[in-house]
Nanobody, 120 residues
């Protein structure tokens, strides 16, 4: 089984920064992609950023220039550095991991999410 755990969320003021972390653990042979999604109160979940194996991260428009996603493949870990945060960035941030397990079965796992609140 594969587990995904996010951390790093919290309460910050507008203009401040946060760094989210995502760790995948368990019976993992390889990871194809890791991504960050978010869900604002009363809204549907949306993609924030995604990095596929061997490629640079891709960002949705609202994340370009403010958010930076990085990945440590050796540690099955991904990070999301969020700068110049705005109140509209408030929401629960989820990490997604898809890959192949030790039993050569494909997996696509979501974490429980970490809450981010941007408020003065």
């Amino acid at each position: 089984q594969v587990q995904v755990v996010e951390s790093g969320g919290g309460l910050v003021q507008p203009g401040e920064s946060l760094r989210l972390s995502c760790v995948a653990s368990g019976t993992i042979t390889g990871i194809y992609s890791m991504g960050w999604h978010r869900q604002a109160p009363g809204k549907t979940r949306e993609l924030v950023a995604l990095v596929r194996h061997g490629e640079d991260p891709k960002y949705v428009d609202f994340a370009k220039g403010r958010f930076n996603m990085s990945r440590d493949s050796a540690k099955n870990t991904a990070y999301l550095q969020m700068d110049s945060l705005k109140p509209e960035d408030t929401g629960v941030y989820y990490c997604t991991v898809d890959g192949i397990g030790d039993d050569y079965q494909l997996f696509d796992v979501w974490g429980q999410g970490t809450p981010v609140t941007v408020s003065s």
